[in-house]
T-cell receptor, first 110, second 114 residues
Framework: GQNIDQPTEMTATEGAIVQINCTYQ??????LFWYQQHAGEAPTFLSY????GLEEKGRFSSFLSRSKGYSYLLLKELQMKDSASYLC???????????FGQGTELSVKP | DAGITQSPRYKITETGRQVTLMCHQT?????MFWYRQDLGHGLRLIYY???????DKGEVPDGYVVSRSKTENFPLTLESATRSQTSVYFC?????????????FGPGTRLTVL
């Protein structure tokens, strides 16, 4: 299989920085996504990494190391509205199929 | 600009009944996907389609049937619903893997099988 592992839940404080890690099997890797999902809603796209390095987009950044099978999502200046589930998903081989991790439930406290 | 829609949004049915969940997208995206989302399992791919009349199995296809006679529609049918198929179902679409990697998700259908 193509196990994608991420922590089940995390808690952080408003205004702080949090890093959500994701590890995956490297064979056939063809890109990695991060999605945000609020309770009762559909996932929404945050980032896409296909090359090594850091991609920054406002308060959110995503990092990828293909050789290590590792990615993280970095959220800065946390806001209460950032409380959500964060889904790591990997494209293996061709065809656009995504394999998702179980998601990390982030709770932001005042 | 409707994007990607699903119907119904909520459905309650009984074991053994046939249920069809609808998915419609207005972007003429080539690829469409069906996922189910359950606590402890995240999103799992049921079936996907690369184009009209082309479908393929995902991770958990048993008990489901799909068709894609038109590019914009991708219905998912549970031929004989079971309680284990109680879940939230998401449809998604993708323009082309090489052109744009982002999948766009519909709002979801919450299905309960009694």
């Amino acid at each position: 299989g193509q196990n994608i592992d991420q922590p089940t839940e995390m808690t952080a404080t408003e205004g702080a920085i949090v890093q959500i890690n994701c590890t995956y099997q490297t064979s056939g890797f063809n890109g990695l996504f991060w999605y945000q999902q609020h309770a009762g809603e559909a996932p929404t796209f945050l980032s896409y990494n296909v090359l090594d390095g850091l991609e920054e987009k406002g308060r959110f950044s995503s990092f990828l190391s293909r050789s290590k099978g590792y990615s993280y999502l970095l959220l800065k200046e946390l806001q209460m509205k950032d409380s959500a589930s964060y889904l790591c998903a990997v494209v293996y081989n061709q065809g656009g199929k995504l394999i998702f991790g179980q998601g990390t439930e982030l709770s932001v406290k005042p | 600009d409707a994007g990607i829609t699903q119907s119904p949004r909520y459905k309650i049915t009984e074991t053994g009944r046939q249920v069809t969940l609808m998915c419609h997208q207005t972007w003429s995206h080539s690829y469409m996907f069906w996922y189910r989302q359950d606590l402890g399992h995240g999103l799992r791919l049921i079936y996907y389609s690369a184009a009209a009349d082309i479908t393929d199995k995902g991770e958990v296809p048993d008990g489901y049937v799909v068709s894609r006679s038109k590019t914009e529609n991708f219905p998912l049918t549970l031929e004989s619903a079971t309680r284990s198929q109680t879940s939230v179902y998401f449809c998604a679409s993708l323009l082309e893997p090489g052109l744009s990697a982002e999948q766009f998700f519909g709002p979801g259908t919450r299905l309960t099988v009694l």
